[in-house]
């Protein structure tokens, strides 16, 4: 709650708060969407992600890297953008613990908003209901310090989930405006259409956009990939914007490879670097990148047939156990800053989140014809 003595910010624009149940559920993919649709309907937007959760070197960041990103693609002038308040890392909270940061980050979100200069801010919240609260910015703090209604992402992989939504409702209260369902597998795709949302609805929980996942959207660039395993790129790296959808790891005979590989699509193959039979049969199919283990370099054969076929070939120091870990934990990490995926997003959003009940609920006059 704010404290006592807080004057609420002056301005004109209404917030929007967007939040998430988990990390990685699609806020920021949320946000683009709605920026670029409300922006088309003459509506002005401003932008801020107060706590930094994105980041190449935390110790020389001073802005969050989607912040930065989703900026600049929205083309919003430096007024319409609010500051980073501080970045969620270890040394943070333990400045924190040790209460050597005493600083009043309730006051300095507050400074923070924009102030009259557009007509909507959004504001990209904390990636769960807790996180931010060591610092007083949880969702339910922000959406109070802000006067804020919340718009909630949630990935929904399980019936399950249901109850955690309710939790949501209980914690967030009147200013949860509504939810958005996001990368629905299709199996749950009937029931969740069918049966969850017509439940929630019930339960005055408005959904106002359904998702179905996406390939696309959980995929990764060759080229985060190698940064990602600090990795030597020893043939095309003209090709590092090839887009991974999947992981396959290539340690069994070689009939049974070929089988494994024709069943994937847009892959990165893990091998061992002396397994030349099977980088051969993975660069025969669906193989957008050769990632070798070992510290063994690819036999000349191997760099010719990569060239030929345009697949770019990695080189990493790690054994095959890590390097397979870390490109898991990288492609469930939806990241907005490939090209391919911008329109996608944008045209997902447009098919099926509801703009005109979102705009009704915040009380937004539009422009456009």
């Known amino acids: 709650m704010p404290k006592e003595g807080f004057e609420k910010p002056k301005r004109k624009s209404k917030c929007l708060l967007i939040g998430s149940t988990a990390s990685y559920s699609g ?28 980041w190449n070197d935390p110790v020389a960041a001073i ?4 912040a930065i990103f989703l900026s600049e693609h929205l083309n919003l002038a430096p007024e319409l953008i609010g500051p980073t308040l501080l970045f969620l890392q270890p040394e943070t ?18 400074a923070s908003l924009p102030t009259g200069a557009a007509d909507l801010v959004l504001l990209e919240g904390p990636s769960t209901l807790a996180e931010g609260s060591l610092f007083n910015l949880s969702l339910r703090q922000m959406s109070e310090l802000a006067d804020a209604e919340v718009l909630l992402v949630a990935r929904f992989h399980a019936l399950t989930q249901v109850e955690e939504l309710l939790a949501a409702k209980r914690i967030l209260g009147s200013r949860l405006l509504g939810i958005v369902l996001n990368d629905i597998p299709n199996r749950l795709l009937a029931p969740v259409k069918t049966i969850v949302a017509p439940f929630l609805e019930q339960e005055g929980i408005p959904i106002l956009g359904m998702l179905a996942a996406s390939a696309l959207l959980r995929s990764v660039s060759v080229g985060e990939l190698a940064g990602r395993l600090n990795a030597d790129v020893v043939c095309r790296p003209d090709k590092l914007d090839l887009m991974v959808e999947t992981l396959k790891i290539g340690a069994m005979n070689i009939n049974a490879a070929l089988k494994y590989f024709y069943e994937g699509q847009n892959m990165a193959v893990v091998t061992g670097g002396d397994r030349t039979d099977i980088q051969l049969a993975a660069l025969e199919t669906s193989t957008q990148c050769l990632i070798l283990t070992g510290q063994v370099r690819p036999v000349p054969a191997i760099l010719s047939r990569a060239e030929e076929v345009e697949v770019p070939v990695l080189c990493v120091d790690l054994d095959t156990l890590t390097t397979v870990e870390i490109i898991e934990q990288t492609l469930g990490q939806v990241r907005l800053h490939e090209p391919s995926k911008l329109g996608y997003i944008k045209q997902l959003m447009a098919e099926h989140f ?8 915040i009380g937004l006059a539009t422009t456009a014809v």
């Open 27 to 54: 806020k920021t993919a949320t946000i683009l969407g709605i920026a670029h649709q409300l922006q088309a309907l003459g509506i002005k937007i401003a932008y801020s992600k107060p706590l930094g959760t994105c």
């Open 63 to 66: 802005a969050d890297e989607d």
């Open 93 to 110: 909270i333990d400045k924190r613990l040790r209460g050597e940061d005493e600083t009043d980050y309730s006051q300095s979100l507050l």
């Open 354 to 361: 509801q703009y005109d009940r979102l705009i009704a609920a």
